[in-house]
Nanobody, 116 residues
Framework: QVQLAESGGGLVQSGGSLRLSCAAS????????MGWYRQAPGKQRELVAL???????NFADSVKGRFTISRDNAKTTVYLQMNSLRPEDTAVYYC??????????WGKGTLVTVSS
């Protein structure tokens, strides 16, 4: 089992920045990728950013150039730096860890609210 501890959400004005963190613990020896998804009210959950075990990254088109994803040297904590935030970035952000055999673990989510 993998446990995820998310932090960093909150309220920010349009154009501001926030940094989300997600620390994984437990059975973390076979992580293949870590990432962030988000779900806005009335919308489906969508991928925001992903970083694989070899360091490859993938971003949603809507956040390219504004968000960056990184992780610590131990590859157990993933960060999402969000700059130039827009009201449409308002959502609950969920950390996701993908392990071998397609096993996924989701965090409980952290709310990001961007005011106009």
């Amino acid at each position: 089992q993998v446990q995820l501890a998310e932090s960093g959400g909150g309220l920010v004005q349009s154009g501001g920045s926030l940094r989300l963190s997600c620390a994984a613990s437990g059975s973390i020896f076979n992580i293949r990728a870590m990432g962030w998804y988000r779900q806005a009210p009335g919308k489906q959950r969508e991928l925001v950013a992903l970083i694989t075990n070899d360091g490859s990254t993938n971003f949603a088109d809507s956040v390219k150039g504004r968000f960056t994803i990184s992780r610590d040297n131990a590859k157990t904590t993933v960060y999402l730096q969000m700059n130039s935030l827009r009201p449409e970035d308002t959502a609950v952000y969920y950390c996701n860890v993908l392990r071998d055999l397609g096993l996924e673990t989701w965090g409980k989510g952290t709310l990001v609210t961007v005011s106009s």
